[in-house]
């Protein structure tokens, strides 16, 4: 594959993009997902959090896998009802409601002025599905900037762009790690890292706490990689304070 100015100097990228689809999907999925046995279960049989296929160096993804390891094996063999309602519970309080959401898992609640749901970024995210064929489930009822989502069409991408790469099709790869980067330009970059703070300080879980660590670790390694600059968020966010279903 020849060096093209417009890709950082990297020259696994089949490597670099396997990972991150697989590391994007995964967190994709855990945090689209309601706590159920059924998706716990495999992740702790198959100690998915001992390490990771991406961003393993990043300083949020070592101190993420410091909290989930131990987590895992704390809960390997049979979850606990207890410790699967305590999960329950940080889920609900944390994503869903049903008064004050504590981490707005959606973007348009961080970056809209009236911190409302279903804003210009959500029909943006839409485009980004339609361009790669893609329809979000519950659609017009879940909105489409979801951070899972948004992760889910990042995994995607990269996914593509790994086959591009074991094909070795230079034109396609430049095309999907050009679209890669304007979506994380656009999107990810300018809002997770500061709903990852959110969910660090108001988790009462280690699993949410963990994973809230590896989601802005993913990120901040994507954005490395593809040379994207990553906004300097404060510490304190009132997104969640004037997030309320059914108002701002």
Known sequence: MTK???????????????GASMLCGLLG??????PE??????????DLFDEVPFASEQPDVVSALALLG???NDHRGELAQESL??????????????????????????RSV???????????VREWYRRFGLEVANIYR???????????????????????AEDRDEAALLRLIDAERDFLAQHPVNWVPEWSEMVVRQARTVFYRGVALLTR???????????????????ESDAGDRYAHGGG
């Open 4 to 18: 093209d100015s417009s890709l950082p100097d990297q020259t696994d990228w089949e490597m670099l993009q396997t």
């Open 70 to 72: 131990p987590w895992s």
């Open 37 to 46: 046995r059924d998706w716990l279960k495999p992740i702790l049989e198959h």
């Open 142 to 164: 879940e909105p489409d900037d979801h951070v899972a989502l948004e992760l889910a069409l990042l995994s995607h991408v990269a996914g593509l762009a790994a086959k591009a």
């Open 217 to 235: 670790g993913a990120i901040a390694e994507l954005a490395a990689l593809l040379d994207v600059a990553v906004p300097a968020w404060g510490l």
């Open 114 to 124: 009236d911190r409302l749901l279903f804003q210009e970024q959500t029909l943006q």
């Open 85 to 110: 309602d305590q999960l329950r519970a940080d889920y609900t309080r944390l994503f869903i409601g049903p008064d004050r959401v504590l981490a707005p898992p959606w973007e348009s609640v961080h």
């Open 29 to 34: 999925r855990v945090l689209f997902s309601y």
